[in-house]
């Protein structure tokens, strides 16, 4: 019922900065949680960071706090993530995923991949020294 789909990856030096967007259609977006993922070839998918549907509260993995920023904007239907510098680490094919029935009591809920109903087909981005 719901399509996502990512824009704004792209290749960058180690340091600098990239913003991702999601553009989510065909449901009612502020009753869904928005998230983003990343997976690396031969890795397992993680999960980066989501912001509720309620209040807008946003939980990250520790490996990115301070460093990148979600937020979504209800008007346009949009999630967002700032990634501000960037490390090589950060390679990744970056998945912006939305759950309706997602109420969590606990961050570790909102970081489960399997919660999520709906997935975008991914953006690349490439940090590079």
């Known amino acids: 019922q719901v399509q996502l789909v990512e824009s704004g990856g792209g290749l960058v030096q180690a340091g600098g900065s990239l913003r991702l967007s999601c553009a989510a259609s065909g449901g009612t977006f502020t009753s869904y949680a928005m998230a983003w993922f990343r997976q690396a070839p031969g890795r397992e998918r993680e999960f980066v960071a989501v912001?509720?549907?309620?209040?807008?509260?946003?939980y990250y993995t520790d490996s990115v706090k301070g460093r990148f920023t979600i937020s979504r904007d209800n008007a346009k239907n949009t999630v967002s993530l700032q990634m501000n510098s960037l490390k090589l680490e950060d390679t990744a094919n970056y998945y912006c995923?939305?759950?309706?029935?997602?109420?969590?009591?606990?961050?570790?809920?909102?970081?489960?991949?399997?919660?999520?109903?709906?997935w975008g087909q991914g953006t690349q981005v490439t940090v590079s020294s």
């Open positions: 912001v509720r549907q309620s209040n807008s509260r946003a």
């Open positions: 995923a939305a759950d309706e029935a997602l109420y969590c009591s606990t961050w570790g809920c909102y970081a489960d991949g399997s919660e999520y109903e709906y």
